[in-house]
Protein backbone atom coordinates (compact mmCIF):
# COMPACT_ATOMS: atom_id res chain seq x y z
CA UNK A 1 0.00 0.00 0.00
CA UNK A 2 1.12 3.48 -0.97
CA UNK A 3 0.36 7.14 0.85
CA UNK A 4 1.06 9.96 -0.71
CA UNK A 5 3.95 12.16 0.30
CA UNK A 6 2.88 15.47 2.12
CA UNK A 7 5.48 16.99 1.54
CA UNK A 8 5.69 16.74 -2.49
CA UNK A 9 1.62 15.95 -3.09
CA UNK A 10 0.03 18.78 -1.10
CA UNK A 11 -3.58 18.37 -2.84
CA UNK A 12 -3.75 15.96 0.84
CA UNK A 13 -4.27 18.61 2.47
CA UNK A 14 -7.81 20.42 3.06
CA UNK A 15 -7.95 23.40 1.91
CA UNK A 16 -6.54 26.84 4.16
CA UNK A 17 -8.44 27.69 7.34
CA UNK A 18 -5.94 30.22 7.69
CA UNK A 19 -4.96 33.10 5.12
CA UNK A 20 -3.69 35.75 6.99
CA UNK A 21 -0.50 37.56 5.77
CA UNK A 22 1.29 36.89 9.02
CA UNK A 23 0.65 33.78 11.76
CA UNK A 24 -1.53 34.70 14.62
CA UNK A 25 -0.89 34.59 18.29
CA UNK A 26 -3.83 31.96 19.04
CA UNK A 27 -2.19 28.71 20.61
CA UNK A 28 -3.80 28.31 24.33
CA UNK A 29 -2.28 26.01 27.49
CA UNK A 30 -4.28 24.03 29.50
CA UNK A 31 -2.03 22.33 32.72
CA UNK A 32 -1.92 19.37 33.90
CA UNK A 33 -3.15 20.03 37.22
CA UNK A 34 -5.92 21.97 36.29
CA UNK A 35 -8.87 21.15 38.26
CA UNK A 36 -11.67 18.59 35.98
CA UNK A 37 -14.82 20.31 34.65
CA UNK A 38 -17.66 17.56 36.21
CA UNK A 39 -17.62 15.06 38.55
CA UNK A 40 -19.06 11.97 36.53
CA UNK A 41 -20.41 10.41 39.75
CA UNK A 42 -16.93 8.09 40.79
CA UNK A 43 -14.72 9.65 38.12
CA UNK A 44 -13.94 12.94 36.61
CA UNK A 45 -14.13 14.58 33.08
CA UNK A 46 -11.27 17.25 32.01
CA UNK A 47 -12.43 19.18 28.93
CA UNK A 48 -9.20 19.52 27.28
CA UNK A 49 -10.25 21.08 23.83
CA UNK A 50 -14.25 21.32 23.57
CA UNK A 51 -15.94 21.78 20.25
CA UNK A 52 -16.54 25.26 20.77
CA UNK A 53 -12.95 26.09 21.74
CA UNK A 54 -11.49 24.71 18.55
CA UNK A 55 -14.05 25.82 16.11
CA UNK A 56 -16.04 22.72 16.10
CA UNK A 57 -13.44 21.02 14.16
CA UNK A 58 -12.92 18.51 17.03
CA UNK A 59 -13.50 17.92 20.93
CA UNK A 60 -10.77 16.40 22.72
CA UNK A 61 -11.69 14.75 26.70
CA UNK A 62 -9.43 13.26 29.54
CA UNK A 63 -11.91 10.28 31.14
CA UNK A 64 -10.78 9.38 34.69
CA UNK A 65 -12.86 6.74 36.26
CA UNK A 66 -11.85 5.27 39.64
CA UNK A 67 -12.22 1.54 40.54
CA UNK A 68 -16.15 1.20 40.84
CA UNK A 69 -17.56 -0.55 37.19
CA UNK A 70 -19.09 1.69 35.10
CA UNK A 71 -19.12 2.61 31.45
CA UNK A 72 -21.85 3.12 28.68
CA UNK A 73 -23.80 0.62 27.05
CA UNK A 74 -23.15 -0.39 23.04
CA UNK A 75 -23.94 2.33 21.39
CA UNK A 76 -23.66 4.28 18.07
CA UNK A 77 -23.20 8.19 16.49
CA UNK A 78 -24.53 9.32 13.42
CA UNK A 79 -22.77 12.60 13.29
CA UNK A 80 -18.92 11.80 14.72
CA UNK A 81 -16.25 9.65 14.86
CA UNK A 82 -15.32 8.78 18.18
CA UNK A 83 -11.19 7.71 19.33
CA UNK A 84 -9.80 5.91 22.51
CA UNK A 85 -6.35 6.19 23.70
CA UNK A 86 -5.51 4.49 26.93
CA UNK A 87 -3.16 6.38 29.50
CA UNK A 88 -3.10 4.61 32.16
CA UNK A 89 -5.11 1.12 34.10
CA UNK A 90 -6.92 -1.25 31.67
CA UNK A 91 -10.42 -0.31 30.59
CA UNK A 92 -12.38 -2.93 28.27
CA UNK A 93 -13.14 -1.47 24.40
CA UNK A 94 -16.10 -2.93 22.61
CA UNK A 95 -15.84 -2.76 18.99
CA UNK A 96 -19.35 -3.72 18.04
CA UNK A 97 -18.32 -7.74 18.69
CA UNK A 98 -15.73 -8.55 20.55
CA UNK A 99 -15.02 -6.93 24.51
CA UNK A 100 -11.24 -7.02 24.45
CA UNK A 101 -8.91 -5.10 27.19
CA UNK A 102 -6.98 -2.41 26.53
CA UNK A 103 -3.95 -1.41 28.18
CA UNK A 104 -2.15 1.94 28.22
CA UNK A 105 -0.89 3.60 24.84
CA UNK A 106 -3.93 1.11 23.15
CA UNK A 107 -5.65 3.15 21.00
CA UNK A 108 -9.14 2.63 19.22
CA UNK A 109 -10.57 4.38 16.32
CA UNK A 110 -14.47 4.31 15.53
CA UNK A 111 -16.08 5.57 12.69
CA UNK A 112 -19.40 6.92 12.80
CA UNK A 113 -21.95 4.44 13.08
CA UNK A 114 -19.83 2.06 14.58
CA UNK A 115 -20.82 0.78 17.71
CA UNK A 116 -18.59 0.79 20.62
CA UNK A 117 -18.72 1.13 24.47
CA UNK A 118 -16.00 1.43 26.86
CA UNK A 119 -15.91 -0.29 30.80
CA UNK A 120 -13.99 -0.35 33.66
CA UNK A 121 -14.29 -3.69 35.37
CA UNK A 122 -10.88 -3.69 36.02
CA UNK A 123 -11.08 -2.75 39.95
CA UNK A 124 -8.32 0.19 39.44
CA UNK A 125 -8.55 3.35 38.31
CA UNK A 126 -8.70 4.51 34.59
CA UNK A 127 -7.58 7.40 32.63
CA UNK A 128 -7.79 7.78 28.70
CA UNK A 129 -8.36 10.26 26.28
CA UNK A 130 -11.75 10.49 24.04
CA UNK A 131 -11.61 12.15 20.92
CA UNK A 132 -14.81 13.19 18.66
CA UNK A 133 -14.51 14.49 15.14
CA UNK A 134 -16.09 16.97 14.33
CA UNK A 135 -16.53 18.83 17.86
CA UNK A 136 -19.69 18.42 18.82
CA UNK A 137 -21.19 20.04 22.20
CA UNK A 138 -20.43 16.91 24.29
CA UNK A 139 -20.20 18.91 27.49
CA UNK A 140 -24.00 19.10 27.37
CA UNK A 141 -24.44 15.58 27.34
CA UNK A 142 -22.28 14.91 29.77
CA UNK A 143 -23.90 17.48 32.24
CA UNK A 144 -26.80 16.13 31.85
CA UNK A 145 -26.32 12.75 32.52
CA UNK A 146 -25.00 13.63 35.65
CA UNK A 147 -27.81 16.05 36.30
CA UNK A 148 -30.20 13.29 35.56
CA UNK A 149 -28.62 10.71 37.79
CA UNK A 150 -27.70 12.69 40.55
CA UNK A 151 -31.03 15.14 40.66
CA UNK A 152 -33.17 12.52 43.10
CA UNK A 153 -36.03 12.93 40.46
CA UNK A 154 -37.73 10.19 38.40
CA UNK A 155 -36.26 10.50 34.82
CA UNK A 156 -38.54 8.16 32.40
CA UNK A 157 -37.32 5.64 29.85
CA UNK A 158 -38.83 8.00 27.05
CA UNK A 159 -37.33 11.48 28.52
CA UNK A 160 -34.00 9.21 28.91
CA UNK A 161 -34.16 8.21 25.09
CA UNK A 162 -35.16 11.88 23.84
CA UNK A 163 -31.92 12.96 25.78
CA UNK A 164 -29.68 10.50 24.06
CA UNK A 165 -31.32 10.82 20.85
CA UNK A 166 -30.75 14.81 20.86
CA UNK A 167 -26.83 13.95 21.43
CA UNK A 168 -26.20 11.73 18.78
CA UNK A 169 -26.49 8.58 21.09
CA UNK A 170 -27.77 5.89 19.79
CA UNK A 171 -27.84 2.68 21.88
CA UNK A 172 -28.21 -1.04 20.58
Same mark, same amino acid.
Given at each position: ?8 ? !? ?8 ? =?? /? ?5 ? *?? &?? #? ?6 ? !? ?8 ? =?? /? ?5 ? *?? &?? #? ?29 ? #? ?77
Amino acid at each position: MTHPEPWTD !LATYPPAAHV =GD /RPDVSAW *LR &RH #DAPAELDT !LGGFAHYLAT =GS /RTGGRYG *LY &RW #DMGPQPGGPAPHYHRTMTEAFFVLSGSVRLY #DGDTWTDAAPRDFCHVPEGGVHAFRNESGAAVSMLILFVPGAPREAYFEGLVEMFTSGRDVSQEEYADFCERHDNHFV
